[in-house]
């Protein structure tokens, strides 16, 4: 069970154990949904509509997307900027677990509410995500940067576009898009959290002897279905966040198509829906649900199944 469960405390994960499973659970999702990341933030920047009657489209579609890439940049160019990505998914993944970990504990100690209500897994999942988000963000804008140049690449390594961000653009630009990424990342966490756990409860009540058996398939299964509701729900504040991570940047972008310039995040939005339309602000979107699928599917999937290896590895060593 993700969170506190009082009715579990049989389970005996510490709060490493947690963080751990957080860790590699992001890792190991990272490695396997990079390719759909890279799509969608191209989809997600360019100006132009994604479709074939748009002659200045240079993507629309996900398996056109793919092939372009591929012939144009190689096999590698769907993990670029894979470094600061598992440095951000490793990060993430251990704060925010722990600190849901921890939320939900205090929710119960403190009497208010039932640790595992759909209410109470909205909130602490929606402040477990903004904290993970505080310590993480400056790797994402890195890993966005990475994935968003075309050849040549403006830059080399971590290191080379941590120096040249740092001189050209000032400090703050390690923290550009944090206000869409914040108010956008609460819902999104917050209806992970509350789907999933919800989505369990109504898979064990269609398939009573099936949820106990498919333990694995069940995780699987419903933290998929929390991606997809999640990330349809707050999507356009995603895309805004891009937008804005890759301002100052536009010289690397010049051979994608059309670049703006954005002065916050309403300015962001008034654009996008003035020469976009409300379409604009959902550019990405099928790439963004099946990666939201995979990714949070395989994330639960894999905490869950370390944090039950950890407890058993535990009862054998008792």
């Excluded at 132009?48 to 890439?69: C, V």
């Excluded at 008034?270 to 939201?292: I, N, W, Y």
Aim: net charge positive.
């Amino acid at each position: 069970m993700v969170g506190y469960d009082p009715r579990a405390d049989g389970r005996n994960v510490s709060n490493l154990e947690v963080a751990v499973a957080g860790s590699v659970s992001g890792l190991v999702t990272r490695v396997l949904i990079s390719p759909l990341d890279v799509i969608k933030i191209r989809f997600q920047l360019q100006i132009e509509r994604l479709s074939r009657s748009d002659p200045n489209a240079k993507y629309h579609g996900i398996l056109q997307a793919g092939r372009q890439i591929l012939q144009e940049e190689g096999p590698t160019a769907f993990w670029k900027g894979h470094i600061p990505a598992q440095l951000l998914s490793i990060g993430y993944g251990a704060v925010q677990f722990l600190s849901f970990e921890v939320l939900t504990e205090l929710v119960h100690r403190a009497s208010v509410r039932d640790a595992q209500d759909f209410s109470v897994h909205f909130v602490c999942g929606g402040l477990s995500a903004c904290v993970a988000t505080l310590a993480v963000h400056p790797v994402d804008v890195l890993r966005t940067r990475f994935a968003a140049q075309g050849e040549p690449r403006v830059y080399k390594t971590l290191r080379n576009a941590v120096v040249i961000m740092y001189r050209t653009e000032g400090p703050l630009v390690f923290y550009k898009g944090l206000n869409p990424t914040l108010i956008a990342i609460f819902p999104y966490a917050g209806f992970q959290f509350s789907f999933y756990s919800s989505l369990k409860h109504v898979y064990e009540w269609a398939a009573p002897a099936e949820g106990k058996k498919n333990g694995n398939v069940k995780n699987l299964l419903c933290g998929s279905g929390a991606g997809v509701i999640s990330k349809t729900l707050t999507y356009p504040l995603d895309l805004f966040k891009k937008r804005l991570q890759v301002g100052g940047f536009e010289q690397a972008r010049a051979s994608f198509g059309q670049v703006r310039s954005y002065k916050g995040l309403l300015d962001c939005a008034r654009q996008v829906l003035r020469e976009e339309g409300a379409q604009g602000c959902f550019k990405g979107l099928a790439p963004s649900l099946l990666k939201a699928a995979l990714s949070t599917g395989f994330v639960f999937f894999w905490y869950e199944l370390f944090c039950n290896l950890f407890h058993h590895m535990k009862k054998a060593d008792s």
